[in-house]
């Protein structure tokens, strides 16, 4: 939403009401993974060797959006208590009210910001080689990840969420603790009870499989 029209286009505007919400959904679930990405990396401490690793392309079928990344700890299974704060985190970094801007540098400056995760820098070469050396970054407060976007335009749409499961997803041989994070979210706007709500999250705990990035 603040990227500026730098040449003549057609305009349509979508909100979650639209006959086909479609590419609507695929935002909003885009962003809450970015959000998660960003709280992950709030609430860890150092020790915690906390490496985000990256997200998919959503899939709204799947029933939740989701973050990979990676923990010193070899078999962390967070309690009930640890899932609901992640989701309480999440709903305050929503109401802190910031906005979605896209970034857009070529392979040596995101590099250069990503130097410290292997991941990352693993990733970027691909990346960036398929976008003629360019790479896209979203920025949300000072949360900066690798996303071709698009993203919602601020984080107050996002209302209300749900953790609901994290499952191992690196074998017992690999070298680094790999983990995916599930969970469930509902826009500005939309009011469920808390009978569904259950439903959704129950559904949110099966894995979600894809291949990584």
């Not at 609901?84 to 109401?95: P, Y």
Request: charged share 20%.
């Amino acid at each position: 939403m603040h990227r500026p029209l730098d040449s003549s286009c057609t305009l349509q505007l979508l909100n979650f009401k639209t006959a086909d919400p479609a590419s609507v959904n695929r935002a909003f679930w885009r962003s809450c993974s970015f959000i998660l990405g960003a709280v992950l990396q709030r609430i860890f401490k150092d020790d915690a060797g906390l490496f985000l690793h990256s997200f998919p392309k959503p899939n709204v079928r799947s029933g939740s959006f989701i973050h990979d990344f990676a923990l010193n700890e070899k078999n962390w299974k967070p309690t009930v208590l640890e899932l609901k704060t992640i989701s309480i985190e999440m709903q305050k970094f929503a109401h802190e009210n910031h906005k979605f801007e896209r970034l857009t540098v070529n392979h040596d400056v995101a590099f250069e910001m990503f130097k410290d995760n292997p991941f990352k820098r693993e990733q970027l070469p691909n990346i960036s080689n398929s976008h003629n050396g360019q790479v896209t970054l979203y920025r949300a407060s000072n949360h900066i990840d690798i996303s071709g976007g698009p993203m919602i335009g601020n984080t107050s749409v996002f209302q209300r969420s749900r953790i609901s499961a994290v499952h191992k997803v690196s074998r017992e041989e690999d070298t680094c603790n790999l983990y995916r994070i599930q969970g469930i979210a509902l826009p500005s706007g939309f009011n469920l009870s808390y009978y569904a709500m259950n439903l959704l999250a129950d559904r949110a705990k099966k894995l979600v499989i894809y291949s990584f990035l």
